[in-house]
């Protein structure tokens, strides 16, 4: 969401200088669209931050990514895998700005992670 100058007309925030789209936020704001990642599964997926409200009054909050696991043709998500919290803070802004700033790289290493884990679930 934007501010809105003065005159009324929407600006666009300015984007952190660390926030590139080799990054998870980056990327979202440069493309306006989850990157999409293929699984050591081989499906497709694509990815989205999770903030939720905890428990504890001195970190209230935690995020973790959603990886939708789409079907062959595209045409829908078939299922999902999620990652653990990766992030806790006072706000919402504060796990937010941690999620944001991960690589694409490291969002690729927690698919596999996620991926695994999942796999490791099955087989028990």
Known sequence: MY?????????????PEYLDDSTLGGYFETHD????FEGSDGLPYTVSIEIER??????????????????????????HVETETLSEGRSEGDVRTTLDALTLYDVQD???????????????
């Open 33 to 36: 669209r989850p990157p999409a």
């Open 54 to 79: 905890t428990g504890d009054l001195r970190l209230p909050y935690c995020g973790y990514l959603v990886f939708p696991r789409w079907a062959e043709t595209g045409v829908g998500i078939i299922g």
């Open 110 to 124: 927690l698919l596999e992670r996620a991926i695994a884990a999942r796999e490791s679930d099955v087989d028990d």
């Open 3 to 15: 501010p809105m100058s003065n005159d009324g007309a929407d600006s666009p925030e300015p984007t």
